[in-house]
């Protein structure tokens, strides 16, 4: 008699992270205290910070220590930069590629097996920030990432879905928008920030935790962008061999009589070809061959008579 081969239990289906939540910076620390202690939390900075990460990793533990009922994941479906086109299958399938950094998180804290299952049991629902109209959220845990992306009228419709017992965590990045017009996270925390239920948090340059490289990758977006290359014309012009000599600019202040915006096009301008303009119009005068001449001091005469 052949021995039934035992089933994996859930939690062997990958081994979830039990490691404690721990911020790496003060600003993390005071993230991971304001989700604890308040209501809504606004979180705003740059990506790599973690923001996201800390939101999910934090409701997957009050999920697996009975602090929350459910969690929700919801997001704008704004394609960053270019469009996707149609998506084939059911909803769940087409808001699919949206929730793969929330999927990362919760297999990592829960591990997959156990991620899977309660995602279809329901304990954890991903929506379409468009599906939330009329819904309530009660003795849940919410979380909205790249809030950026939403409108003032979007986000105002979230917002007020807000039940009993429950947390809300509204993450952007505000120099990611991929939208038109305001933004609905800028917006929101501009209107709300004096509420005592509401706290925000925002993210520097300093915090971000991803990598090294991010953080310098961050810091040479922000700076001013220097033009070091020059203009293909003004390149092949300057390195040819014959070149003119650098631009001359007159020592003395301007004066009416000087060249157009203070100087010539270059020396030789200035110096030798106005001389010799100047010698060819006074020998022109004096040829007794040239018509202009002949005129010109028959003029001079008949003035003197």
Known sequence: MTRRKEQPSIEDLGRPDVKPIEGKTETQKRY?????????????????????????????????????????????????????GFLPGEIEEKFEPYLQPFK????????????????????????????LRGTTFRNCFVILDEAQNTSPTQMKMFLTRIGENCTVVVNG??????????????????????????????????????????????????????????LKEYKRFYERKDAPVSPYTPATPPNPYDPPLGGWACETTAKEVIAEEVKTAEDRLTDEKSPFSRFFQNHIKNLSL
């Open 32 to 84: 991971i205290n304001a989700i604890k202690n308040f209501k809504l939390i606004f979180a705003t900075g740059s990506a790599g910070t973690g923001k996201t990460w800390l939101a999910t990793a934090l409701a997957a533990q009050a999920l697996l220590n009975d602090r929350t009922e459910g969690i929700i994941l919801t997001r704008p479906a704004v394609e960053a930069g270019e469009s996707l």
């Open 104 to 131: 990362q998180v919760l297999y990592e804290r829960l591990g997959k097996g156990k991620a899977e299952y309660m995602i279809k049991a329901g304990k954890i629902k991903a929506i379409p920030l468009a599906y």
């Open 173 to 230: 990045d505000t120099s990611q928008q991929d939208i038109r017009g305001e933004s609905g996270l800028t917006d929101a925390i501009e209107r709300l920030s004096y509420i005592p239920s509401v706290k925000i948090i925002e993210f520097k340059k300093e915090d971000i935790v991803r990598s090294g490289l991010v953080q310098e990758i961050v810091e040479a977006y922000e700076k001013p962008k220097e033009n070091k290359r020059p």
